[in-house]
């Protein structure tokens, strides 16, 4: 196990909500000497809570951050964030510099393609929805709901939507939901192209493993992908790519 205690009790505060972020929290828990607090956006009515304390909702922009950060003592900040929850990115890099914190970004790779794929890259969900009329009929959209009201006009496509909680606000006329979350088995991703007869996916590079089964589904049917590209990163940010190389920084970075 880690230990970050040799100069005593130090406070990280993790932004969270996804996979590398509770496992990161976990390691560090599990490891002693530090306390963890994991603060999550609170989008999703029933989060898969990490270990350790545990804040959710916004902190009222990049000053309430700031606040948050002093009021609590904390020595590190943990973006450990969606890749492209862009906004959240941005204001903990200014939050950083304002409270003289050290930042470090935690970004899980982006999916690379395989030989088979047919991946057509965009740069916005704006972009994707303008692509999909020339790639296919009935399309399987994984974006997830926040977006759905780029689609809303594309009244000639049938879409399947899967997302975590139900959708609000416009969305394509003609839209099937499923709620449901990863990770995705294989098996399941075939069947469901094969059941609903999908011939084009939507989907933004957000990387891990837990739901590239349907990228592998789509390249054995022949299923064109529209991949949304990522969101440029803070720059100037230290970055690592999983739990186990911040648990390394955090290591050096805290004695």
Same mark, same amino acid.
């Given at each position: 196990? %880690?230990?970050?205690?040799?100069?005593?009790?130090?406070?990280?505060?993790?932004?969270?909500?996804?996979?590398?972020?509770?496992?990161?929290? !976990?390691?560090?828990?599990?490891?002693?000497?530090?306390?963890? %607090? #994991? +603060?999550?956006?609170?989008?999703?009515?029933? =989060? $898969?809570? =990490?270990?350790?304390?545990?804040?959710?909702?916004?902190?009222?922009?990049?000053? !309430?951050?700031?606040?948050?950060?002093?009021?609590?003592?904390?020595?590190?900040?943990?973006?450990?964030?969606?890749?492209?929850?862009?906004?959240? #990115?941005?204001?903990?890099?200014?939050?950083?510099?304002?409270?003289?914190?050290?930042?470090?970004?935690?970004?899980?790779?982006?999916?690379? =393609?395989?030989?088979?794929?047919?991946? @057509? $890259?965009?740069? #916005?969900?704006?972009?994707?929805?303008?692509?999909?009329?020339?790639?296919?009929?009935?399309?399987?959209?994984?974006?997830?709901?926040?977006?759905?009201?780029?689609?809303?006009?594309?009244?000639?496509?049938?879409?399947?939507?899967?997302?975590?909680?139900? =959708?609000?606000?416009?969305?394509?006329?003609?839209?099937?939901?499923?709620?449901?979350? *990863?990770?995705?088995?294989?098996?399941?991703?075939?069947?469901?192209?094969?059941? @609903?007869?999908?011939?084009?996916?939507? %989907?933004?590079? +957000?990387?891990?493993?837990? %739901?590239?089964?349907?990228?592998?589904?789509?390249?054995?049917?022949?299923?064109?992908?529209?991949?949304? #590209?990522?969101?440029?990163?803070?720059?100037?940010?230290?970055?690592?790519? *999983?739990?186990?190389?911040?648990?390394?920084?955090?290591?050096?970075?805290?004695?």
């Amino acid at each position: 196990m %880690t230990d970050l205690a040799a100069s005593g009790p130090r406070h990280v505060l993790i932004l969270g909500g996804t996979a590398e972020a509770r496992e990161l929290a !976990g390691e560090l828990v599990a490891g002693g000497g530090v306390r963890v %607090t #994991s +603060s999550l956006a609170g989008r999703v009515a029933a =989060p $898969r809570l =990490p270990v350790g304390e545990v804040r959710v909702g916004g902190f009222g922009g990049v000053a !309430g951050l700031v606040g948050w950060v002093r009021e609590h003592a904390v020595d590190v900040l943990v973006d450990a964030t969606h890749p492209f929850a862009e906004a959240m #990115s941005a204001n903990a890099a200014r939050a950083a510099a304002a409270a003289g914190v050290p930042l470090l970004a935690l970004r899980r790779p982006g999916w690379v =393609p395989q030989a088979g794929d047919v991946w @057509h $890259r965009v740069a #916005s969900l704006d972009e994707a929805a303008a692509a999909l009329p020339g790639l296919g009929r009935r399309v399987f959209l994984t974006t997830g709901r926040m977006g759905l009201a780029r689609f809303a006009h594309l009244d000639t496509l049938w879409f399947l939507v899967r997302s975590v909680d139900a =959708p609000e606000g416009p969305r394509p006329p003609r839209m099937e939901t499923l709620l449901d979350r *990863g990770p995705f088995t294989l098996d399941g991703e075939r069947a469901l192209l094969a059941a @609903h007869r999908i011939d084009v996916l939507v %989907t933004k590079d +957000s990387g891990a493993a837990a %739901t590239a089964p349907k990228l592998t589904a789509a390249r054995e049917a022949g299923v064109p992908v529209v991949l949304v #590209s990522r969101p440029p990163a803070p720059v100037g940010v230290a970055t690592v790519p *999983g739990p186990a190389e911040a648990v390394a920084w955090l290591r050096e970075r805290l004695g």
